[in-house]
């Protein structure tokens, strides 16, 4: 995954900073393709996060993640870098990543990721 | 969201104070206009509380909520103004309110905000 | 809701007195009357409890439950004088009372109740 | 609803006019205000038609739906007056439309209406 | 059932003469009790129709429908009745009563009624 | 199945002869003896009729299948003599019984029987 | 499939010959191997026929169709197949296979293959 | 019940002693005689628990419970005598018993029974 | 969609060419381009043919629908141009298409067009 | 079963190792040969665990479970003794197996098995 893949992310300013609340947002139009083989992979993206200064755009959430359309990417590293990419960019107090991937050979996989500020570990995102 | 929406906003007193008892109201009726596009936002709004001196009345609590159909309101603004609104007009010992809203662009998003009163931490919403 | 409708619940001995078991009751045809509106209203009762030294006999309880077929009730308050007259009758280590009412004006509410005796604090009911 | 509500409906050439295809459109964010007591009506729209010359465009019906928005009309009407709205433009060989409204009052109310063209009583809409 | 059960409900012009179209109404809140031993039954009860000149009005056959409420009735003959109850007040060109009663001693029970007036043999009802 | 089982069967007058009505009844705690294993068996079993002069009475149906808990039955013979004992004694216009049994070595069976009354061919069973 | 698969299989005599009636035996667990890849193959088969003679046994079906376990077998192969077994063995009056086969490569496949002997035609298997 | 239930009861040698896992029965088909009317009752029951020395062999268990078929039993001793004989029987670090009966004069009962031996009270069952 | 599409897709003699069989085949990883937001579009296609002389090879049928992964097209032309194709190539009895594409703009589409060789008429589809 | 079943295991290095992220694979097609009636056992394994140095390669994972299709395994050996290869092979911080096995005698049986390795106590797996 290019570095650059981030920079189409936007934010806006947390209109509310002073309490711990729980933004989820569910994307079930994930693809990507498979590095290995060449066949497109898909997904249900479900992002969850106690946003401290900024929030995430939703338009520019969406064609963050179309740019994987046609990239290779392991099951592992794609959800992975995703987190990576949004709490580089929004910089939350807590942030979860699930990655539930379609049926393939006869195996189903879910990838799960979280991400946690220094000193908000008590923060719930349930 | 101008400050009298509230003002709709009825209450009667708690008939079971002595005890720390939990009200769901679940409001799947809820629509806004997005404040962006001009277009008609749909939701789910689920409040959860445990009443302390008030509650509030369900028939004011609908009109309060149709006061937004035609008013522009981003999902993580509304969320959480509704509940400060709750929370100002009935002084709970706990309030969630979450915001389930209906897919856009291919992308569901659900916000929750909670409020404690000072010496409630340990009351159960669930 | 009159003092005297506890007095058809009938109880027995309960017969495991040495070990903290749960009895989930649940009555999906439970029906009241608004007493604003005077429109019938309907929902599902959900009794869980711990027995003590005595356990409610169900066919009285539906007998009880009956009584409220006529009878003018907030969600609130019918909620939680069921789960008084219940504790009244059985004493029981540890009861709560869930009940769902059906749908009125595009809004659904629960109220949930729970008692538990002194000394009893840390015994399940789920 | 004014005879003006048709206009903003939009149409393309229908590209298969030899073949009679379905085409099923679901609109599950219909809302519209009761003429009777002003509250807001919900439904789910289905629209299934086999076009002759002209398919609607579907974003036009989306902003044609939403003018009923602050528009008050009774669910037999509602659902007469759209499908012959739609009949009118898009001149289809078949069309049915199915008004399915949330519950008022403890009862759920569905309207379905249908056009055949003269001519065209063999075509099948499933 | 007294024969001025019927005299309750109201109609109002078709305003729809000139189409066959269908109106379903699904009420899930019909209780009466059981003649034989007193004790209250419940179920759906699904009304589809044809209207011909006239269309019953909604808050009328709830109050027609809580009639039964306190009053004994066998599923067979309540069925039927309130199907003969509404032929005669509306007169449809064709019309059909599913009433789904919930389960008594581990038997669940539907009656289906229909009534199609002369000459609409062929009108559908789905 | 000996042929006094079906003696317990009562009957009453069809309130509703001038219609062919649908009465549909589910057992869902059907259990037998399997003939072969001695191994219990379980089943749903569906009756769908239009009667003519005679309903069967829902309780004595009850204890009708109650006589099979200790009976050895095959799949294929029970349903059909269960078939052949209520048209017996009701003398339907139409009469089909469904018998669904749950899984054995993997496998599920459900048996459809069915009687039609000389000239009641064209009455429907839903 | 070697022709010696079926004679494995056992019948019985129709215990009600003077009957169309409908035996369905759905097998969730079928599984054979794929001749190309030598990769596992998983499938749900529903067997629907109305007996003429002959019935099927079931545990003889059972061991019929565990043949299959390491056999090599295209899915349109193996469905029309085990229908010709089947009714070259129980010789019935209609018969219906349904073969629901789990999803390979992101594509799920169903083969649907019936026999109909002559002068059955009008013989309903639903 | 009589003390020789239990006598039916076979174990085998626990083959992972070493590990605190689970083993989880679901027994849908569970029926009994009510004591008070001679009437059937029907349940499912969930045996869940952490193996000692000993496991139960399925088939014995089967046999077990197939002893309450014609045996009167109220609900709440029936679970905790079956939770007692297999604790018993194979003295295991945890064992519960949840039993699931189905609806009776509208009301459906759950009873759940655990037995914790001394020094397992962390180990988990879920 | 280009002439060569279709080039991809590899054909196997039909094995059973003297039955009427189904064969369905289910793809819920369809994906294209919208041609004028240049926005992916999602959908699940339903394959449903009685095939003549020739049978379409999965594996292919996979890879020619992958070739709209980065194609633009409308729901109406996709449908009906893959439709062709596969009838082209395979020639069949009968065939279907549904399209079932995901919602945008609060409005979700389905599209359903259907071949049938002369001749065929009467074979039936499910 | 034999221990070099466990040979055919692939891993790659992990690429978060700073992380404690959880890797869940569901593998519905999960089939063995029950060891003392030679029957086909099924079942769904739901493997679980956060990957220290390495994680298991997919594919491999399948031939690896495959080689149990005809081999004799008892649920409780099977569960244990895969959770025991995938913990030699891969050396995880924690991990857990779910078999999941399908009815066998009207009763399903699941069994949990877990590893943590020393000092990954507090690392969770939901």
Redesign the interface.
């Known amino acids: 995954m290019p570095a650059d893949f981030r920079s189409v992310l936007e934010t806006f300013d ?3 900073r002073q ?1 711990n ?9 994930f ?1 990507s393709v498979c590095p290995k083989t060449g ?2 992979d ?1 997904g249900t993206l479900t992002l969850t996060y106690v ?1 401290d200064q900024l ?1 995430y755009e ?2 520019s ?2 064609l963050y993640l ?1 740019q994987y ?2 990239h290779g990417a ?4 794609v ?2 870098t995703i987190l990576d990419d949004l709490v580089a960019v929004t910089k939350p107090r807590r942030m979860k990543l699930v990655g539930d991937y ?14 946690i500020a220094p000193g908000f570990e008590s923060v719930a995102l ?1």
């Open positions: 947390n209109p509310y309490r609340y729980i933004v989820e947002t569910v994307c079930p139009e693809t066949q497109p898909f946003p929030c939703l338009k959430l969406k179309q359309r046609n392991f099951y592992e590293n959800t992975n379609t049926q393939r050979g006869g195996i189903r996989t879910t990838v799960v990721a979280e991400y349930s």
